[in-house]
């Protein structure tokens, strides 16, 4: 056979060929083996009568789905199935501005929400909202100007208030959500000095409504894990906390660089995170500060907020924090606790994933450096079913007003001590902390 010449393939038709099943076909050009065509009977099953494997099932709503176990011990257990109440049973959020937070983290976390729902929309600026509520599904009945924000008292669908607003509105949109008969979730920093604060807590008690305080560190596992590592004296002790929030920032025109709207510069925005954690996992509350305070001359962003902002808190139990936050360097954003006998570090510590926890200890002549897998959840998700739950069985928050107004206490305390050079006491709501709800079912 020369390369020209070619042999031609028997042809099968369709019928033909669904005939042979079961066989083993053998075709002339090449002798290809086909293998045998399984018939519709798979291991002793008929793949028409498949059932579900079985599961518990709950009468409760609220009580997960328990499906059949098929991994082994070897490996990490899954998360229990989610438990999403009905639409018709969750509560409906109010979210008041529509800047990064809110576009970026919040709306979509209440899409996986089990106890909260979008109900509402507030805005100024009327072509983003109207974009917004048709990616949400949220009715023009159902979305609010800055000026016509009180008639939300009328709307029946909205149980709270989620107020993401620059931290200088956030009392008068506190008080007017508390006027309106609504409960209010507000994010941190409460406001912008302890007075406002205390103006906040006296509307809302005024008013009998619940408001809580938007610190997601207090439901996000790596930290909470980590706090009960401290409770549990894993590693001995606790005596001495490192922690540092930075980022870098570079519009001068941001409402964060505006001293009226902020209240301040790197500490009340991300120092933050470092002061309320630390008095978290610890669960003491700072008697003494000592503080510097540094803006680079002439860097435009500066002119009306502070840059660094590195202080130290001392505790009763004589452990010390170091802190320090700056809105001029590269993100670092992690805490460590020094221990008797080990430390327990969180990188990523203070962000919205990605968190890292990582003990080391001594083991002999070994040192045992390990880091700790915990499955991540969504931080707001988390905080918005809390306070959802707290609504619905009268309980008090996790981290109500008072929890807001003892950072604001310890930062101005903080800001004094920068400007004068000196340690402060801290005058506080009290040593160790008693204004905390129930802990949080996570």
Same mark, same amino acid.
């Given at each position: 056979?020369?390369?020209?010449?070619?042999?031609?393939?028997?042809?099968?038709?369709?019928?033909?060929?669904?005939?042979?099943?079961?066989?083993?076909?053998?075709?002339?050009? +090449?002798?290809?083996?086909?293998?045998?065509?399984?018939?519709?009977?798979?291991?002793?099953?008929?793949?028409?009568?498949?059932?579900?494997?079985?599961?518990?099932?709950?009468?409760?709503?609220?009580?997960?789905?328990?499906?059949?176990?098929?991994?082994?011990?070897?490996?990490?257990?899954?998360?229990?199935?989610?438990?999403?109440?009905?639409?018709?049973?969750?509560?409906?959020?109010?979210?008041?501005?529509?800047?990064?937070?809110?576009?970026?983290?919040?709306?979509?976390?209440?899409?996986?929400?089990?106890?909260?729902?979008?109900?509402?929309?507030?805005?100024?600026?009327?072509?983003?909202?109207?974009?917004?509520?048709?990616?949400?599904?949220? +009715?023009?009945?159902?979305?609010?100007?800055?000026?016509?924000?009180?008639?939300?008292? *009328?709307?029946?669908?909205?149980?709270?208030?989620?107020?993401?607003?620059?931290?200088?509105? @956030?009392?008068?949109?506190?008080?007017?959500?508390?006027?309106?008969?609504?409960?209010?979730?507000?994010?941190?920093?409460?406001?912008?000095?302890?007075?406002?604060?205390?103006?906040?807590?006296?509307?809302?008690?005024?008013? *009998?409504?619940?408001?809580?305080?938007?610190?997601?560190? @207090?439901?996000?596992?790596?930290?909470?894990?980590?706090?009960?590592?401290?409770?549990?004296?894993?590693?001995?002790?606790?005596?001495?906390?490192?922690?540092?929030?930075?980022?870098?920032?570079?519009?001068?025109?941001?409402?964060?660089?505006?001293?009226?709207?902020?209240?301040?510069?790197?500490?009340?925005?991300?120092?933050?995170?470092?002061? *309320?954690?630390?008095?978290?996992?610890?669960?003491?509350?700072?008697?003494?500060?000592?503080?510097?305070?540094?803006?680079?001359? +002439?860097?435009?962003?500066?002119?009306?907020?502070?840059?660094?902002?590195?202080?130290?808190?001392?505790?009763?139990?004589?452990?010390?924090?170091?802190?320090?936050?700056?809105?001029?360097?590269?993100?670092?954003?992690?805490?460590?606790?020094?221990?008797?006998?080990?430390?327990?570090?969180?990188?990523?510590?203070?962000?919205?994933?990605?968190?890292?926890?990582?003990?080391?200890?001594?083991?002999?002549?070994?040192?045992?450096?390990?880091?700790?897998?915990?499955?991540?959840? *969504?931080?707001?998700?988390?905080?918005?079913?809390?306070?959802?739950?707290?609504?619905?069985?009268?309980?008090?928050?996790?981290?109500?007003?008072?929890?807001?107004?003892?950072?604001?206490?310890?930062?101005?305390?903080?800001?004094?001590?920068?400007?004068? +050079?000196?340690?402060?006491?801290?005058?506080?709501?009290?040593?160790?902390?008693?204004?905390?709800?129930?802990?949080?079912?996570?």
């Amino acid at each position: 056979m020369n390369s020209t010449e070619t042999t031609e393939k028997p042809k099968l038709s369709r019928k033909e060929f669904l005939n042979l099943t079961g066989k083993s076909l053998a075709v002339a050009a +090449g002798s290809i083996a086909l293998a045998p065509v399984i018939s519709t009977n798979v291991y002793g099953q008929d793949r028409k009568k498949a059932t579900s494997p079985p599961a518990k099932i709950p009468s409760d709503v609220e009580k997960p789905i328990v499906l059949e176990e098929w991994k082994s011990d070897a490996d990490q257990k899954g998360a229990p199935t989610p438990t999403p109440l009905p639409p018709d049973r969750r509560l409906g959020y109010a979210v008041v501005g529509l800047g990064h937070l809110s576009l970026e983290e919040i709306l979509p976390a209440l899409n996986d929400c089990k106890k909260s729902k979008l109900a509402a929309l507030v805005s100024g600026s009327p072509d983003k909202m109207k974009k917004v509520a048709a990616q949400y599904g949220v +009715g023009a009945e159902n979305c609010y100007s800055y000026q016509n924000f009180d008639q939300i008292k *009328n709307n029946k669908q909205v149980d709270i208030v989620y107020i993401v607003l620059p931290n200088g509105l @956030h009392k008068e949109y506190v008080i007017r959500s508390a006027q309106a008969g609504k409960h209010i979730l507000c994010e941190k920093p409460m406001a912008n000095s302890s007075a406002e604060c205390r103006e906040m807590i006296a509307a809302c008690n005024k008013a *009998n409504v619940k408001m809580m305080i938007a610190y997601r560190i @207090h439901f996000q596992p790596h930290n909470r894990k980590l706090r009960e590592m401290l409770q549990k004296k894993e590693f001995g002790l606790a005596k001495y906390v490192e922690a540092h929030n930075s980022q870098s920032t570079a519009n001068v025109n941001h409402w964060r660089h505006n001293k009226a709207l902020a209240g301040g510069g790197a500490l009340p925005d991300i120092g933050l995170y470092c002061l *309320n954690t630390t008095r978290f996992v610890l669960d003491q509350e700072p008697v003494e500060v000592f503080a510097y305070q540094y803006s680079t001359p +002439g860097n435009p962003l500066f002119k009306e907020v502070e840059e660094l902002v590195s202080w130290q808190m001392r505790f009763p139990t004589g452990i010390i924090a170091g802190c320090a936050t700056d809105y001029d360097v590269h993100e670092s954003r992690r805490y460590r606790v020094n221990c008797e006998t080990g430390w327990i570090d969180i990188d990523q510590a203070y962000a919205y994933s990605g968190q890292r926890l990582k003990t080391s200890r001594a083991d002999g002549n070994i040192k045992r450096t390990e880091e700790i897998s915990i499955g991540e959840n *969504n931080q707001f998700g988390a905080e918005m079913d809390h306070f959802s739950d707290c609504v619905m069985n009268n309980k008090k928050p996790f981290t109500p007003g008072e929890e807001g107004l003892q950072d604001h206490i310890i930062m101005e305390a903080i800001y004094q001590s920068a400007k004068e +050079g000196k340690p402060i006491k801290i005058n506080g709501l009290a040593q160790k902390n008693n204004w905390r709800g129930p802990e949080p079912e996570l």
